[in-house]
């Protein structure tokens, strides 16, 4: 009984348990019974869409239908058309420069064989005039007024200058130096080459400021009479500089003749490669407008040069075959070899110049105003320069030492006897006289239309600038566009606060400003042309500044203002 009653609970507790753990396993069966047809309509469902998405992929990464795009897709042009614009009229710029750049390089060409013929055909009568006046003047009493104008002083100096150098070039032997020259290795003539362009260029950037010395000084009003024995010194100078540059281009002349008659033509050839490597030299370069400027005149003067050269070969090559016009056939297509590479350097050079920079072809015919202003305004009443000496001053063109080693070799080549060779000797100087006059007439009417067109006729009424007018001129604008921190401080003062400092400080200019300012010469001036929205921007001129922003500012140059070599030293980055 008692065993009984204890075993009762116990088997009512396991009846509960058990009871407990079939309902549980009911539970999980039917949780993984639904879980289970959930994940089987899952499964079919991810089954059926995998398929289609997979046919889809298939069918879009078909080669066909990437063939198909390919040959059909489109685009517009449209949608970016100011690049697309700006692009052809870079093209259109490009194929523009070589029409305006020989126009310019024609009209340069022709400037410069006025200044070169005055040398041969009007010089000499004016030094004639000159002496005439001043072995005239004293016989008539003619007292209290000047023997000779300025002028015709410069003009007999230019005279002097010829007769003495001749005579001092009739010692050199030519056909020593050309023999001494072809005996040298090709590769050292190139050097040599090489060379003597470099002095060229530094030969006429010097001696044209001689020769301005030596006018001014032999024209400038002295109150003692000691003062004329400094004339001297400054024509024995000139003397010297047009020697030694007369040699230097007889040199260049004769290493030329050697690469004409050389026979494998090599040294010609690496000469004429030379001409390409300027353009490595410039093209990729920053230039401005009054850069290309005065590239533009350098070239000018350099085939100007060039031509003088090639005709001194010629004349030197017949001379050495008793003037066979047969001979002249044989070096025509290597003259024409050169001047057509030279024309073909230039044209590519300014193209890409132009391209680089986005410079338009327009400015060509700038320049070629500008240089037809200076032959205008030297017919002018109130010219204070001849013409010859301008166009030296612009382009860097000396024509007395050229037309010196010219007489040297026309003399040396050309024998004159009889009285028939006189005759064809006038007839020939009559005729350099008339296409001097002809193409003076012909520049000039051409000058005044450029002039004309490019508005600049009321330039030619303004008086030459002085050191008064350009002090004058200097202290206007220090006036009205210069505020400087003394003037700030005055102004604030005024106002009752206190100066207030800067975030950035300007140096103290007072002291500078004060001092007074050195006259500028002509060819040293710029004329600026200040922008309409430049007007109410104060600036430094001691710092070069602007107030408000501190931003380096370069002055606007005028291209009648820019010389030839004004800013040759300046590295252009």
Not at 216 to 233: C, D, F, N, S, Y
Not at 421 to 435: A, K, N, R
């Amino acid at each position: 009984m008692a065993e009984s009653l204890s075993t009762g609970p116990g088997e009512e507790k396991e009846k509960e348990t058990e009871d407990r753990e079939r309902d549980g396993s009911a539970t999980t069966a039917e949780k993984s019974t639904g879980s289970y047809g959930s994940t089987e309509t899952r499964g079919l469902r991810d089954e059926n869409g995998g398929s289609v998405g997979k046919r889809r992929n298939l069918s879009d990464l078909s080669l066909v239908r990437f063939i198909t795009t390919e040959l059909t897709r489109g685009y517009f042009l449209e949608h970016n058309e100011a690049k697309y614009t700006e692009r052809r009229e870079r093209v259109y710029t490009c194929l523009r420069i070589p029409k305006e750049l020989e126009k310019l390089m024609t009209f340069g060409f022709f400037l410069c064989l006025d200044a070169f013929l005055y040398v041969f055909t009007l010089l000499p009568l004016r030094v004639i005039l000159a002496l005439l006046r001043l072995l005239t003047l004293p016989c008539c009493g003619v007292s209290g007024s000047r023997l000779l104008q300025p002028a015709q002083v410069c003009d007999v100096l230019k005279g002097f200058i010829m007769v003495l150098c001749y005579s001092m070039m009739s010692y050199v032997d030519y056909a020593m130096m050309y023999h001494l020259i072809r005996g040298q290795s090709v590769i050292k003539l190139y050097i040599i080459y090489n060379m003597l362009e470099v002095a060229d260029r530094l030969f006429s950037s010097f001696g044209q400021d001689i020769l301005d010395a030596l006018y001014w000084t032999a024209t400038e009003p002295k109150e003692k009479k000691r003062a004329h024995i400094g004339v001297i010194p400054h024509f024995l100078m000139a003397v010297l500089y047009v020697f030694l540059h007369a040699i230097l281009i007889m040199v260049q002349a004769t290493t030329l003749n050697v690469a004409f008659n050389s026979h494998n033509k090599s040294l010609l050839t690496i000469m004429m490669s030379n001409n390409f490597v300027e353009i490595k030299g410039s093209v990729f370069k920053k230039f401005e407008k009054n850069n290309l400027f005065q590239m533009s005149n350098s070239d000018i003067k350099e085939r100007f040069t060039n031509y003088i050269l090639l005709l001194i070969v010629c004349l030197r090559n017949m001379e050495q075959f008793s003037w066979n016009p047969d001979h002249l056939w044989v070096l025509f297509p290597d003259v024409v070899m050169v001047i057509a590479s030279e024309v073909a350097v230039d044209v590519v050079k300014h193209a890409f110049i132009t391209k680089f920079n986005d410079i338009s072809a327009d400015v060509y015919g700038e320049y070629r105003a500008s240089l037809a202003f200076d032959l205008v305004s030297s017919r002018q009443k109130n010219a204070y320069t001849d013409y010859s000496d301008s166009v030296s001053r612009r382009m860097g063109f000396i024509p007395l030492p050229l037309a010196l080693l010219l007489i040297r070799v026309v003399t040396s080549s050309v024998k004159i006897q009889g009285s028939l060779s006189f005759m064809c000797v006038l007839l020939f100087y009559l005729g350099m006289i008339t296409l001097k006059v002809l193409n003076s007439i012909v520049l000039l009417g051409t000058s005044c239309v450029f002039v004309k067109a490019a508005n600049m006729e009321e330039k030619l009424f303004n008086p030459p600038p002085s050191a008064t007018s350009s002090r004058v001129n200097s202290r206007a604008n220090r006036t009205k566009h210069v505020n400087t921190p003394a003037q700030q401080a005055e102004s604030t003062a005024d106002k009752g606060g206190t100066p207030l400092a800067s975030d950035n400080p300007q140096p103290n200019t007072t002291a500078e400003s004060s001092a007074p300012t050195l006259p500028k010469s002509d060819s040293d001036t710029f004329l600026t042309t200040p922008d309409e929205e430049d007007d109410d921007k104060i600036i430094n001129t001691d710092t070069g500044l602007e107030r408000d922003g501190l931003k380096p500012r370069t002055p606007k140059k005028d291209l009648l203002e820019i010389d030839r070599f004004t800013i040759c030293g300046n590295r252009i980055d």
